[in-house]
């Protein structure tokens, strides 16, 4: 697993980015206190200009200090001292961290996904499966970069799993036939994110629906939340053009590969067979390739089957059944938290099963959910900045100053650009999901009270977010693409850069085109 929160401490042992969250933090609570002293009154459910100070203070520090966790917590304490309700502990982080939502988020993500990750450490099934598949289809570099391509759809959880999991799977593949680190990177990186919005059996609509519950009327339930985000993903344009810009790149079928750095890594590594830039800095891998398998324990393609079909079929099975065959679209049934239960038990059976003593298979299970406790402590402060952003009226408050004055067809564009900039600059999509969703969502109600329309600027906040959390350099799951596959940091930003662009630039016409003809 990966060494998140090592990673965290150590922005946060910088004395500058300290410096920072202090300057920032003192800012805010002065800017609060002269609120309070002077006491603003509330009205029509929102305290004026003040309404927005506690998630544009949380985007602000983000910016600033580069570092998320912060940022949402001092928006938090911010919000209760404008709302009235300085025991944040009582009146925000035990309603949103004890919400049905909220359990849901911590079972699948923190328990299920990471526990399983963790017992793939031990069985060794995900190597074995990608190892398995390698000899079957790997014959060059195309292959092995489409290799890569289907091992991203496969680990498809999104973030710092898929990239780990993608990136140890794959490296030895194609440094085998000198698939410089760049492309590597790049189709690692670009197949991560993208990947999970697009298949979303996994945590991602637990989370973004648990921001937009009680935004609107047509969102009072998870089952209604998580739907629409179901509903949505053909309207991921962000997404759907990045995994076919990555696809056409592995086949080498693009007709100009954007960027002179990308090309120039292309000719390198096929002319010179060097994978990494003379004088590149590669960051290490060993931490993330490094199994933990038993010695008497030996890894089949059954440990990998097993627990991912068993995922595959409660979680996608019931909802074609449902949504398809029996016409239930309002209402179809979606059973993920369930599949990723059902696949952590049997991949426990099949582990016990095989001779692993339990004892060392818990082990496993403890070691997965560790690396993704950070994961967890960002969804906590997430969720409960929602519900400060509530309390404060920060949504009707921006509703009720631009939503006359933003032309309709702009704002699907004017979201996606709006999170592209502040997930670049804090290098999180989830926490800028945290800050956007809350305000978007009734703004775009606002605007145009149609449900396509609010689709396609959920969809546009969706991608924006993606865009910029993967093209940022402090992003975590950027780090970890370029630490999975061995590459230099800063060669994976520079080359995948001019490649996300064009997806980026893509959605964003289609959006345009799209609002246009709808209006």
Known sequence: MTDQAGYFSRKLGDPATRRRIYTGALIAFFIAGAFQFFHFPEQDGHFGIWSIMPPLVAIVLAFWTREVVSALFIGICLGGVISGNVNIV????????????????????????????????????????????????????????????????????????????????????????????????????????????????????????????????????????????????????????????????AWEWLPWVPGKKMRAAIQRSREEELVDRPGATPMTADELTEQKVPKNYNPGLIDFFGPIGALLAIAIIPYVVTYFIMGRRDDPTLLIAEAFVLAVLVGFVIAIAKGMKLQEAIEGFIDGCKGVTIGAIILALAVTLKEVAEAVGTAEYVVAIVGDLIPPFILPGLLMVLCMLIAFSTGTSWGTYAVVFPVAVPLA????????????????????????????????????SSLATGCDLMDHVYTQFPLAIAAGLLAMITYGVLVIAFV
């Open 445 to 480: 109600w606002a605007i145009v009270p149609d449900e396509f329309f609010l689709t396609l600027c959920f969809a546009a906040v969706i991608g924006g977010s993606v865009f910029g959390d993967q093209c940022s350099p402090i992003s975590d799951t950027t780090i970890l």
């Open 90 to 249: 009582e009146s925000f982080l035990i309603p949103s961290i004890g919400t049905e939502s909220f359990a849901l988020i911590l079972l699948v993500y923190l328990w299920a996904l990471g526990g399983l990750i963790g017992i793939w450490t031990r069985t060794g099934g995900a190597e074995k499966f990608a190892s398995w598949a390698s000899d079957k289809m790997v014959r060059g570099p195309r292959t092995a970069k489409f290799f890569t391509w289907i091992m991203g759809l496969i680990f498809h959880q999104g973030g710092t799993i898929s990239t780990v999991l993608t990136g140890a799977t794959v490296r030895p593949v194609a440094d085998k036939h000198k698939v410089s680190h760049e492309e590597l990177a790049y189709m690692v990186d670009s197949t991560a994110s993208p990947a999970a919005t697009l298949i979303p059996f996994n945590v991602w609509p637990f989370y973004v629906g648990g921001l937009i519950i009680g935004t609107l009327p047509l969102f009072e339930t998870t089952q209604q939340s998580v739907a629409f985000f179901f509903s949505a993903v053909a309207f991921n344009f962000y997404a759907i053009f990045a995994i076919l810009i990555t696809f056409l790149f």
